[in-house]
């Protein structure tokens, strides 16, 4: 899906106000999230590249958390939403 910030799909279907926005930049793919009701998650975080997802992944993985920052940035839809552009 495409707005006025660019192309995004939902993280999680069941909440629709939060948005996932993805762009191409320099080669890489990026990410940057965006919620209906709070404007700050838009405007307090930038554009993540892929690898720096992965690399908090691997930080919670190794520290022994269960909670995997990589389940809401799909960089197979991303993918998919970019070549379709």
Do not use: C
């Amino acid at each position: 899906m495409k707005d006025q910030l660019g192309l995004y799909y939902y993280p999680n279907p069941q909440h629709p106000e939060a948005r996932m926005y993805v762009r191409r930049f320099g080669g890489r793919i990026e990410f940057r999230m965006w919620h209906q009701g709070d404007a700050s998650v838009w405007d307090k975080h930038n554009w993540l590249p892929y690898a720096v997802i992965e690399q908090a992944a691997a930080m919670f993985k190794a520290s022994g958390k269960e909670s995997d920052p990589t389940s809401l940035y799909d960089v197979s839809v991303a993918e998919r939403l970019l070549a379709d552009e």
